[in-house]
């Protein structure tokens, strides 16, 4: 399968999941609005969230793909399961013990990390610990979720893992119209979530273990012993814990300081919700799909394809994501309005929210970016490179986020985020540029160009109509009248967008062909008899 199309079926099974997830955002805000349970509910699963990308997704997509990749190369499957079972049994130890460290210290943490602004209110703080106890042993399923994952990645097998999410999603919009039909307080619908974000971890688990047993490999729960193999999983792991986990800590540290003002927490998260669009389907789908082949490319001697694969892989991102930045940018308000201005969302909240989005919008290239560049360290079994970076990524955003707060709010969590986000990058880039790891193409560097110059035409063309269409736009007209027009303003987007990157030379039709058909090198199993 050509990387593209690896890329497509990742990006696919994501876009299922965001759209879910937009309706279930649609819903939080039509019966929570940014209300103090809207902040509560967000602060409480935060927490968890935070710790899913340190030891979960961060570690295992960085740590545990590479040295199954050696392990499939060197041994076969029946080595890899080996290993898999060793790591399972110490993960499973681990994530016991931290379940059950933080259950017990929950106060503490909610009044000295998730929402230290809430120790004001008794029954905001009291009911954030409560929603967080239910929903942090949601970490222990989606870290061995990830787990599983990074198997059927190593594997090739890119769609149980990717569509697992869905399973959140669906849980937690039946959880909210039970509770619309129901009329349940707002409280009460924070009690909902909380359990179906619970029920959801222990669903998704279950989808993704299908997959590793369907693609060929069961696991047994083992003693826990720190075998050579893991005790080089937790070397690489630590570090690349924190890496993973820079968009969650920045987004944790914007937390902290805005739960100093009420409905700051729920505006972020519904902004948030959005730029994820492309961030999850572009981002996700290159990370997950990058590492394996870099790394497989790698450990089979083919250090040129591994560049090439990585320069691709750069070039697909700013294909995507320059566009939808600059679309971000322009139809902040249209978006915002026309997905959550109902119920308890007001057109001050629309307002509010918006603005974060547009900032968000700014910094998206370079979020996606650093999906695209990391996997060139991790294949590498580097990460404390990465770490190095977001450490200093982390400081910049709290010393922006502390210093702009108090003058524009939300706003300057938002704007701390994406510098932080691009100085993270930069830092990336310039060191797998200056190691030769990352092959500077100046055909490369000129299509990035071009495409720079259709998005801003593209802008250019939405800032013209959405003036023009402005009454079809506005919140006083019937949704579908305002879905069909914003739905035409992204169409005419994509068709000016897309002309202009082909007609200019941005992008190729050739070289998205032979992307397409594309296939790494592929290479021989010991004692398997055959290539995979």
């Not at 209300?35 to 968890?48: E, K, L, Q």
């Not at 029920?199 to 998704?204: H, I, T, Y």
């Not at 250019?460 to 269409?469: A, E, M, P």
Request: include cysteine.
């Amino acid at each position: 399968m050509g990387l593209v199309k690896k890329f497509m079926t990742v990006g696919g099974a994501t876009l299922g999941s965001r759209i879910f997830g937009f309706a279930r955002e649609t819903l939080m805000a039509a019966a929570l609005g940014t209300g103090p349970m809207a902040d509560v509910f967000y602060a409480a699963f935060r927490f968890p969230n935070l710790f899913r990308r340190l030891f979960a997704e961060g570690a295992f997509n960085a740590a545990f793909v590479p040295l199954f990749a050696k392990e499939i190369e060197a041994h076969g499957v029946d080595g890899a399961k080996r290993f898999s079972e060793e790591v399972f049994g110490v993960l499973f130890t681990v994530l016991l013990l931290i379940t059950i460290g933080m259950e017990l210290s929950m106060p503490l943490l909610v009044a000295w990390v998730i929402a230290p602004g809430f120790t004001d209110d008794p029954e905001k703080f009291s009911l954030t610990v409560k929603l967080a106890i239910v929903m942090f042993p949601y970490l222990m399923c989606m870290s061995l979720t990830a787990m599983l994952s990074g198997m059927l990645n190593s594997l090739h097998h890119f769609f149980a893992a990717a569509i697992a999410p869905v399973f959140l999603n669906v849980v937690m919009i039946g959880a909210l119209l039970y509770a619309l039909y129901t009329g349940a307080e707002p409280a009460q619908t924070a009690w909902y979530l909380s359990w179906a974000v619970l029920a959801a971890g222990v669903l998704q688990m279950a989808v993704v273990y299908a997959g590793v047993r369907h693609a060929g490999i069961s696991l047994t729960l083992k003693f826990p012993r720190i075998t050579p193999n893991v005790k080089r999983l937790l070397i690489l792991a630590v570090p690349a814990a924190v890496t993973g986990g820079i968009t969650q800590i920045n987004q944790l540290i914007g937390q902290a300081i805005a739960s100093g003002k009420e409905g700051a927490i729920a505006a972020l998260q519904y902004a948030d919700r959005i730029y994820q669009l492309p961030l999850g389907v572009v981002g996700v789908a290159v990370g997950v799909v990058l590492l394996p082949e870099l790394a497989r490319a790698l450990k089979s001697g083919h250090a040129r394809e591994a560049a090439n694969t990585q320069n691709r892989s750069i070039e697909f991102v700013l294909f995507l994501t320059l566009p939808a930045a600059a679309a971000l940018w322009v139809l902040s308000d249209e978006i915002i309005r026309v997905l959550y201005e109902r119920g308890a969302f007001t057109e001050h909240n629309t307002a509010v929210v918006a603005s974060i989005l547009a900032i968000y919008g700014l910094g998206l290239p370079g979020f996606v970016l650093i999906k695209a560049l990391q996997p060139g360290f991790y294949a590498r079994e580097d990460t404390r490179a990465p770490m190095r970076f977001t450490a200093i990524s982390v400081v910049v955003n709290s010393a922006l986020a502390i210093t702009l707060f108090p003058f524009i709010a939300e706003r300057g969590i938002a704007t701390a985020e994406a510098a932080a986000g691009w100085i993270n990058t930069l830092f990336l880039f310039t060191t797998l540029l200056r190691r030769g790891h990352l092959q500077w193409e100046w055909s490369l560097a000129g299509r990035a160009l071009r495409l720079l110059i259709a998005s801003v035409a593209m802008a250019g063309v939405l800032v013209y109509l959405s003036d023009r269409w402005a009454g079809w736009l506005s919140s006083q007209t019937p949704l579908w009248t305002q879905l069909g027009a914003l739905s035409a303003l992204i169409g005419v987007a994509m068709v000016v967008y897309f002309g202009l990157a082909f007609a200019i030379g941005g992008a190729d039709l050739g070289m998205i062909r032979r992307n397409l058909k594309r296939r790494a090198p592929a290479p021989v199993i010991p004692g398997d008899g055959e290539q995979r």
